[in-house]
């Protein structure tokens, strides 16, 4: 029994072919078999070894790279979405300290939006928990990666309507400091995510362009002053 325990791990290792050319090679010796005959035999068992091999390995790169996406996608929920501190939305709520009527209208209406992304990325981040404990995640790997592109191209339109105007205004140090963190951490996501895009459209040709994914920008320096339209010159 432990001998094709061994045996049978060897297999699931290495591959159906290697073992049964070289049972084929042994006996055909033992046996004197014409090589006319063995010749060919072991050339088509070693052909469809290596196809399957080769299929074997691109499902396990395939596996890999469902792993990556359901990882990316719990982060990017736990770190930027919701009550994060690295939140974009959270980031918005602290112009409110400033005196300036229309920034308040602004950082009002994203809170309102922030309320409805929020929904998606909690029902979306539902779903793939869900299919990953029945296993159908992989069924749906295009969809999710489809959804979670857009989700990010959404969420960087508020990150960049927040970088033209903390580029414009003097805003409060604290929170030039906090969109910088959030930067260079979200940044680092993009980039991972970048590279289960690009190895998913090489492996399963999806058609995601990991440069559509795009970066934030950090904040340069702190303005002097900036003119509010209500209440002229401020510091």
Request: net charge neutral; aromatic share 14%; with cysteine.
């Amino acid at each position: 029994m432990y001998i094709i325990g061994i045996l049978l791990r060897t297999i699931v290792v290495w591959g159906w072919a290697p073992i049964l050319i070289t049972a084929i090679a042994i006996i055909g010796a033992l046996y004197e078999w014409s090589l006319q005959v063995l010749i060919p035999v072991l050339g088509v068992i070693l052909v469809f070894g290596l196809i399957t091999a080769m299929l074997r390995g691109g499902e396990r790169r395939l596996e890999l790279l469902a792993v990556k996406l359901r990882q990316s996608a719990r982060y990017f929920s736990r770190r930027f979405v919701s009550t994060s501190s690295l939140s974009i939305f959270a980031i918005i709520d602290t112009l409110f300290n400033l005196e300036d009527p229309q920034l308040w209208n602004w950082a009002r209406s994203c809170d309102m939006s922030a309320r409805i992304f929020n929904t998606w990325c909690d029902s979306f981040i539902d779903r793939i928990e869900n299919d990953s404990r029945t296993g159908r995640f992989r069924s749906y790997l295009v969809v999710y990666l489809s959804e979670l592109w857009l989700l990010t191209n959404h969420y960087y339109e508020f990150v960049e309507q927040f970088y033209e105007i903390a580029e414009k205004i003097d805003i409060p140090p604290a929170t030039r400091d906090q969109y910088n963190r959030f930067a260079v951490e979200y940044n680092n996501f993009v980039q991972s995510f970048r590279e289960t895009a690009a190895e998913l459209k090489r492996v399963a040709g999806t058609e995601i362009e990991p440069p559509s994914i795009k970066m934030a920008k950090e904040l340069t320096g702190i303005k002097p002053m900036y003119t509010s339209p209500d209440k002229g010159p401020q510091t």
